[in-house]
């Protein structure tokens, strides 16, 4: 058939009266229309199809004895083209099909059959909002409930198609407005209920999918959100769901419920005083402080009165919220060059680096040093190759970062179903075995037993650590004009003496005599173990974390449990700089934070359980926003006990921790053992949405914006020990300070950089000077930049730091 017979078909019907016409042309079209394309169903409605089946339908069904040997082939056609045609809920509206078919759904209540066709058009009639605000009004819903309940397995098929009707008109404000008054929700809590206990085959997958989507749509108002709590919404689907959190075949009820729970959380602001930074500095774009503060009307998204009318279309926006169980396979591997590599030739002015042989490079000497840092400069010491491959960390040292996520997802789905860790069981100062006991047993120079190889030894003695002191130390705790106790003068000097010559890059003399003269708003006194000690690169590259499925959600559900099961709660602030420091009890077993150091971020940490705590980390200077980045020391943990971390303040829609990065970590004790360095570590590691929500007045006036958790639980690798953690490999402007001073060899490197600076080293500013010969010239800013050229480009192609060359910089700034 060609398009011709297709309009004729349609014009036929228009004028046709005689059943045995009707039935034959219906019969004609579902053929015609049940092969093929799309292209001929829209090309018939392009021709007046619509309308002409509809004017059928009401023609048949107003006639004293309606003919359901017409009325069914002809409702089963209008389902079919209903779905492509995108005004088809308007069409039936104006030509008053609505109300025949609600009608004669009504009629056939006791005809399972007659009602399922009826209820197949009802369905394509909702894909327009405003139609199905208009069902809405004339009794659809009174109806469907009718069907759906009580709970009943005869009549699958109708039921499941009632439930979709139901769920599609709940789309509609109005509606879900009209089920909250009525009662519905709790209705259709117990039918949930019904069919979570019924179906234990989960045979009826669609069905409880449906009701939730009702639910769903209705927890859309603020209205419906508070009568959903008030029936217990919250628990009874906690409990109808947790056990059901790793079963494939229900991923699309968890999913739906895993939605409703999120939506429901009862929002709140972030448990600050103000969400403005805790460091101000007078200027002229200082900002004001602001009161405490408390959400309002204008934070959260307002119901509305209007409908917005949506076509067939809508069908295809997705459901689910874009921040649930990212999708790894969409994140490029290594994506390819955007042209040939010949083209980059044409570029070599511009950067030199692509073309230039470094190891011809001369060293420059004649940097204005002050007698504070030129006293130290017989410990500089610019390694070989070879004595770089002797500092580096192997394989096994490293080998404890990649944690065994097997057990860890065992144990974390328990601690849902059951409601606790059996790791709280243990005894907090037994011997007991962990089930992550043996994650680091074969790293950081343990053997398998556990104890430590005997080819590593320790710096100093072990039994004369004061890892309080040492793992922050203050700028001029190794001085001789240090006001400090000679006790810790003398251990700093005695821990200096023994520090690894063959570090690259790294002086820790001169560090601290360029810390001192670092200016800051924070005025910082104490500096990080990583950046005073330095650290050694990892001798292989260490690949992306598999994410496993299902953990984003098993750690939302924990969230929620807090909420509905708060007996294990603890919520005690154990640090925090907007208020007098330390709020820990020093005898207590909780962690303890710190991050008043350059380039440390942290402005706040409560102890939510006994291993889980909520951290904050601060925003920029003089404002409101900005915060991604976060570098602090804990202390006294213990081995073998998983701690989870909740970084709860975090802005950006997604993060590169949902695509296998992983936080890093340097310890004390391991630097202190000869293994300094910083490694990737954490298991367990996703990104999403919380209840938090942000203020109208930090978004600029827009509402329904809320803050993201990054969460991440890491064993660590010995008892009280102090760790460092940091968003990526912590580089602090002293560092950037120091490299000029420490100007590799070319003869004794295969990297080579010019460094030219001049004026007052503790700002920005400086006169920069061409390099003598062809090279990099590394200025602050540029150093800077790199450094996040780096990180993007470490994580965007999905390859590792080590896949990049060796530069001489211990890592990267804060993300942009």
């Known amino acids: ?62 006639t004293a004895s309606p003919d359901y040997d017409i009325l069914l082939p002809l409702l089963r056609l209008l389902a079919k083209v209903g779905l492509r045609d995108k005004k088809f809920g308007q069409k039936a509206l104006e030509l008053e099909a609505l109300d025949v078919t609600l009608i004669l759904a009504r009629k056939n209540l006791p005809h399972s059959q007659n009602l399922l066709h009826c209820l197949w058009a009802l369905r394509v009639f909702t894909s327009s909002v405003t139609t199905g605000a208009m069902l809405g009004i004339n009794g659809a819903m009174e109806l469907l409930l009718k069907v759906i309940t009580p709970y009943t397995q005869k009549h699958t098929q109708v039921i499941r198609a009632a439930t979709e009707v139901l769920a599609a008109l ?102 600050l005083v103000t969400a403005n930074s805790a460091y101000t500095f007078p200027g002229t774009r200082s900002i004001t402080s602001d009161p405490p503060h408390v959400l309002t009307e204008e934070d959260f998204e307002e119901d509305g009165e209007e409908e917005e009318d949506k076509d067939s279309d809508s069908e295809d926006v997705k459901e689910e919220d874009d921040d649930l169980e990212t999708d790894v396979n969409k994140l490029s591997s290594k994506p390819g060059l955007d042209r040939p590599a010949e083209e980059l030739m044409q570029y070599e002015a511009m950067c030199l680096e692509l073309s230039c042989n470094f190891k011809e490079l001369e060293s420059e000497a004649g940097d204005d040093l002050t007698f504070d840092e030129t006293q130290y400069t017989n410990h500089h010491h610019i390694p070989t190759p070879v004595s770089l491959k002797g500092c580096c960390l192997n394989k096994d040292q490293v080998f404890w970062g990649h944690e065994r996520e097997a057990t860890a997802q065992t144990s974390l789905l328990s601690r849902v179903k059951m409601g606790r860790s059996n790791l709280h069981l243990t005894s907090k100062k037994g011997p007991g075995m962990s089930p992550h006991q043996n994650v680091q047993s074969k790293g950081f120079g343990l053997s398998s037993s556990g104890s430590k190889s005997p080819s590593i030894q320790p710096l100093i003695k072990e039994d004369t650590w004061d890892i309080d002191v040492i793992s922050c130390p203050r700028m001029s705790a190794s001085l001789t004009n240090s ?33 001192r003269r670092t200016r800051s708003v924070a005025d910082f006194t104490m500096m990080s173990f990583p950046d005073f000690w330095g650290h050694c690169p990892p001798a292989s590259a260490q690949s992306m974390l598999e994410r496993k499925c299902g953990v984003q959600r098993i750690k939302i559900f924990e969230d929620v449990r807090r909420l509905i099961q708060p007996n294990d709660v603890i919520n005690k602030v154990v640090f ?37 705590y909520d951290l904050l980390v601060n925003a920029d200077v003089n404002s409101a926003q900005h915060q991604q980045w976060f570098y602090f020391r804990v202390t006294g943990m213990r081995t073998a006990i998983p701690y989870r971390f909740n970084i709860i303040n975090c802005e950006k829609p997604n993060s590169q921790f949902n695509y296998g990065m992983q936080p890093t970590l340097y310890s004390v004790k391991e630097a202190l053992l000869g293994r300094p360095g910083w490694v990737r570590t954490g298991y367990e590691i996703c990104y999403y949405k919380n209840h938090y929500l942000q203020s109208a007045a930090i978004t600029g006036g827009a509402s329904g914006k809320y803050y993201y958790t990054l969460t991440f639980t890491i ?34 490197t295969s990297w080579g950089f010019s460094w030219k600076q001049s004026g007052d080293p503790a700002t920005f500013s400086g006169d920069l000077r061409p390099p003598r010969k062809p090279g990099l010239i590394a200025t602050n800013v540029m150093a800077f930049y790199l450094s996040h050229f780096l990180l993007w480009l470490e994580h965007k192609t999905a390859v590792t730091a080590s896949d990049i060359p060796e530069a001489p910089v211990t890592g990267s700034a804060p993300q942009l």
């Open 715 to 748: 064993t660590f690798p010995h008892d009280e020990d102090a760790c460092y953690l940091a968003y990526h490999y912590p580089y602090t402007y002293t560092t950037l300070m120091v490299m000029p001073s420490l100007k590799p060899c070319p003869s004794r």
């Open 576 to 612: 925090s700089l907007d208020e007098s420091w330390p709020l820990h009890d020093i005898a207590s077993d909780c962690l303890q934070f710190f991050s008043k150091f350059e380039s440390g971020n942290l402005r706040k940490a409560i102890q939510v359980r006994e291993f889980e």
């Open 1 to 62: 058939f060609t398009s011709e017979p297709l309009s004729g078909l349609v014009s036929l019907l228009s004028s046709s009266s005689d059943k045995e016409s009707i039935l034959t042309i219906l019969q004609v079209l579902g053929d015609l229309l049940s092969i093929g394309t799309d292209r001929r169903i829209r090309y018939m409605i392009s021709k007046g199809g619509s309308e002409a089946l509809l004017q059928t339908l009401v023609d048949t069904a107003r």
């Open 170 to 271: 709940l789309k509609s404000k109005s509606n879900s407005r009209r089920a909250v008054n009525r009662g519905y929700v709790s209705g259709l809590l117990r039918l949930h209920q019904d069919w979570h206990s019924h179906d234990t085959a989960n045979s009826y997958v669609l069905i409880r999918r449906a009701l939730l989507l009702c639910l769903k749509h209705i927890a859309n108002l603020r209205s419906g959100r508070e009568a959903f709590l008030a029936a217990q919404g919250m628990e009874i689907l906690f409990s109808t769901t947790q056990n059901c959190l790793d079963d494939k075949i229900l991923e699309p009820v968890v999913s739906i419920v895993l939605q409703i729970l999120r939506q429901c959380y009862p929002k709140s602001p972030l448990p």
């Open 483 to 515: 006001t400090q106790p000679k006790e810790i003068a003398e251990l700093m000097d005695k821990l200096l003496q023994t520090h690894p010559k063959s570090m690259a890059f790294h002086d820790p003399y001169l560090y601290m005599a360029k810390a």
